[in-house]
C-alpha cells in the first residue's frame, strides 16, 4: 500500500492500492452507525464495505444516490438527510462516500452539513475521485447558478483508493482521470509528465501516478485548506473547463473539459509571454497523445460570460492560472482581451 499523510489540523491518511477498502474496518472502528452512500453501479462493492463494517461491529446500511452529476442536487441531498434521520446517525457516527468525484462530493457535503458536521471516510472508484474529488475535504453540489457554488470545506477522516475499482472503469472515465493527474504534472512535479511521455494511457504506472498527484494535492491543502493561495494552482485548466462543462449541460466529463481548459491556459500563458512555444506545444502534444481532448467550439461571448460568475473569480475579474514555466503556477487577473482572443483562437480550431 501506497499511503501519502495529508496534513492539517486533523491529519489523515489517503491508502492507495488494491484492497485498500478492506482498511475501512479500522478506520471506523468503535463507530456505532454508518451510512455507506453509493451510486446503483457500485451495490456490489457497497455490500463489501457494509460487511466489512458490520465485521468490525460497526452497524452499517448502504444507502442508494443517483450516478454521476445526476447525483449532485439540492434534492439528492435533502433525501440524504432523510435517510441519515431515519438511520439516526449522531454526531459520533459516520458517513461512507463510495464512488466517483460526483458520489464523493455529495456524501461529503451531506455529512459536512448533517448535525453540522459527521465523520467522512471517502472511498473513490475512479481516477479522478482518487486524485481530486476525494481528497482535500471540498464538498458540493450544483445549482443552475453553476458547478459546486454550494458546498463546504469538510477533510475526511481517511481515503481509501482502492485500485482494484479501477479494473472495471471504462476507457474513457480512466482517460478523464488523467487530466487531472498530468495537470499535476504541469504546476508542481515533472515526473508526471515523465511517465506519461512513456505510457500516455497511464496504465503502466497507474500507482505511482495517483500517488504523485495526491502527494501534490496534499502539499497544497496542507498550505490553504480554505482555497485562498496556492491551493487555488490546483484549479490550472479548471476557469474554462467549468465553463464548457456548464454550457455542454455536462455532457462533458470533467477531465475532458479540463484538458481543453490546460491548452488554453497554456496559449494564454503563451500570449502573456510567461511559456516558450516549446512549452506550449508540450501540453497539445501530451494531452493529445493522452486521447484527451485539445480543441472545444462553442460560443466564445457564453463561455466567456459563463467564466466571469466561476466560484474563482473574484467580483467582476477574470483570474486564471497560468504557467511562468513549467512547474511555476501564478493567478493572472483580467489579461489582455487580445490574449483571450488569441488563445480561443487555437483551441476552438480557428487557428493552428
Known amino acids: 500500500m501506497r499511503r501519502v499523510t495529508v496534513p492539517g489540523p486533523q491529519p489523515y491518511e489517503v491508502v492507495i492500492g488494491p484492497g485498500a477498502q478492506a482498511e475501512l474496518g479500522l478506520v471506523l472502528a468503535g463507530t456505532a452507525k454508518v451510512a455507506v452512500v453509493h451510486a446503483p453501479p457500485l451495490a456490489a462493492m457497497a455490500g463489501g464495505a457494509v460487511e466489512t463494517l458490520q465485521t468490525a461491529g460497526v452497524a ?105 475499482a479501477l479494473a472495471g472503469l471504462p ?88 484538458a481543453v481548459g490546460m491548452v488554453f491556459a497554456a496559449e494564454l500563458g503563451g500570449q502573456a509571454g510567461l511559456l516558450t512555444r516549446a512549452e506550449v506545444d508540450r501540453h497539445h502534444a501530451l494531452i493529445g497523445a493522452m486521447g484527451l481532448p485539445t480543441h472545444y467550439t462553442g460560443d466564445w461571448a457564453t463561455i466567456q460570460s459563463v467564466m466571469r460568475v466561476d466560484k474563482k473569480a473574484r467580483g467582476a475579474s477574470l483570474r486564471f492560472v497560468v504557467l511562468d514555466g513549467l512547474g511555476n503556477p501564478r493567478i493572472l487577473t483580467d489579461p489582455d482581451q487580445a490574449w483571450l482572443d488569441a488563445a480561443w483562437a487555437v483551441v476552438s480550431g480557428d487557428h493552428p
Open 171 to 258: 476507457a474513457a472515465e480512466f482517460r478523464s482521470g488523467l487530466a487531472e493527474v498530468v495537470k499535476c504534472g504541469f504546476i508542481a512535479d515533472a515526473a508526471v509528465l515523465d511517465l506519461l511521455d512513456v505510457d500516455p494511457t497511464g496504465r503502466a504506472a497507474t500507482e505511482e501516478l495517483i500517488e504523485r498527484a495526491v502527494q501534490v494535492k496534499a502539499d497544497a491543502v496542507a498550505d490553504d485548506l480554505y482555497d485562498r493561495g496556492r491551493r487555488e494552482f490546483l484549479n490550472y485548466g479548471h476557469t474554462l473547463g467549468h465553463a464548457i462543462e456548464r454550457v455542454e449541460d455536462f455532457g462533458w466529463r470533467h477531465g475532458e473539459a479540463v
Open 60 to 164: 452499517a446500511e448502504a444507502v442508494v444516490v443517483p450516478d454521476g452529476e445526476a447525483a449532485k442536487t439540492a434534492e439528492v441531498a435533502a433525501g440524504l438527510w432523510e435517510e441519515f434521520g431515519r438511520l439516526g446517525l449522531t454526531r459520533s457516527d459516520a458517513v461512507v462516500g463510495l464512488g466517483g468525484g460526483a458520489v464523493t462530493d455529495l456524501a461529503g457535503f451531506a455529512a459536512a452539513t448533517w448535525t453540522r458536521g459527521v465523520r467522512i471516510v471517502q472511498v473513490p472508484t475512479s481516477v479522478l475521485g482518487m486524485v481530486d474529488a476525494a481528497v482535500g475535504g471540498k464538498t458540493g453540489i450544483n445549482t443552475a447558478a453553476g458547478k459546486n457554488l454550494v458546498g463546504s470545506f469538510h477533510p475526511p477522516a481517511a481515503v481509501l483508493a482502492d485500485t482494484d
